[in-house]
T-cell receptor
Framework: DVKVTQSSRYLVKRTGEKVFLECVQD?????MFWYRQDPGLGLRLIYF???????EKGDIPEGYSVSREKKERFSLILESASTNQTSMYLC?????????????FGSGTRLTVV | EDQVTQSPEALRLQEGESSSLNCSYT??????LFWYRQDPGKGPEFLFT???AGEEKEKERLKATLTKKESFLHITAPKPEDSATYLC?????????????FGTGTRLTVIP
């Protein structure tokens, strides 16, 4: 069964901390994505990557960075966490040109910044 | 401006009471429309992709249809286990090969 695994289900961090959210997929997918999901706002794209060491900004990249050193791993970094970054973070992956199967999502990381 | 709007925001149904969820979109160059199911505390799970107006796809009690302006997710004789949030997403030709733009979802509750 194909999987996208996010390293933590729940995280509590303090304001100003550097936070790493890790995502690993075992499907050899080229494309990986980071979204945040907030009530009433839906899923919003933060960053995505089409290949190793490649990254593109999404709709809301401010305050975030990403790293993709290996094909299977895509990390989201909050350089200095703030309370407005409290949210559910979802990682997804997809195979280029394969629209028939959509994205495969991880289970999400619920981050609380206090 | 490109938009994806889902309605209603929330829907409560009695078990066996059929209904439809709506996803209306305004986007140039639709490449695909996607439906996902999301259970509380979990990531979305892929259901269907629709590519062109007139297309229909079915899976168990769910049937998705597509017109040039909207998509419907029909739920026939729902059961309590169908309770979830249903998300619609579109892929536009100019957004890049794989980017999706999501609606805010319809939260479905099926009462036994």
């Amino acid at each position: 069964d194909v999987k996208v695994t996010q390293s933590s289900r729940y995280l509590v961090k303090r304001t100003g901390e550097k936070v790493f959210l890790e995502c690993v997929q075992d499907m050899d997918h080229e494309n990986m994505f980071w979204y945040r999901q907030d009530p009433g706002l839906g899923l919003r794209l933060i960053y995505f990557s089409y290949d190793v060491k490649m990254k593109e900004k999404g709709d809301i990249p401010e305050g975030y960075s990403v790293s993709r050193e290996k094909k299977e791993r895509f990390s989201l970094i909050l350089e200095s966490a703030s309370t407005n970054q409290t949210s559910m973070y979802l990682c997804a992956s997809s195979l280029s040109g394969d629209r028939d199967h959509g994205y495969t999502f991880g289970s999400g990381t619920r981050l609380t910044v206090v | 401006e490109d938009q994806v709007t889902q309605s209603p925001e929330a829907l409560r149904l009695q078990e066996g009471e059929s209904s439809s969820l709506n996803c209306s979109y305004t986007v140039s160059g639709l490449r695909g429309l996607f439906w996902y199911r999301q259970d509380p505390g979990k990531g979305p799970e892929f259901l269907f992709t629709l590519y062109s107006a007139g297309e229909e796809k079915e899976k168990e009690r769910l049937k998705a249809t597509l017109t040039k302006k909207e998509s419907f997710l029909h739920i026939t004789a729902p059961k309590p286990e169908d309770s979830a949030t249903y998300l619609c997403a579109v892929q536009a030709s100019w957004w890049g090969a794989n980017n999706l733009f999501f609606g805010t979802g319809t939260r479905l509750t099926v009462i036994p």
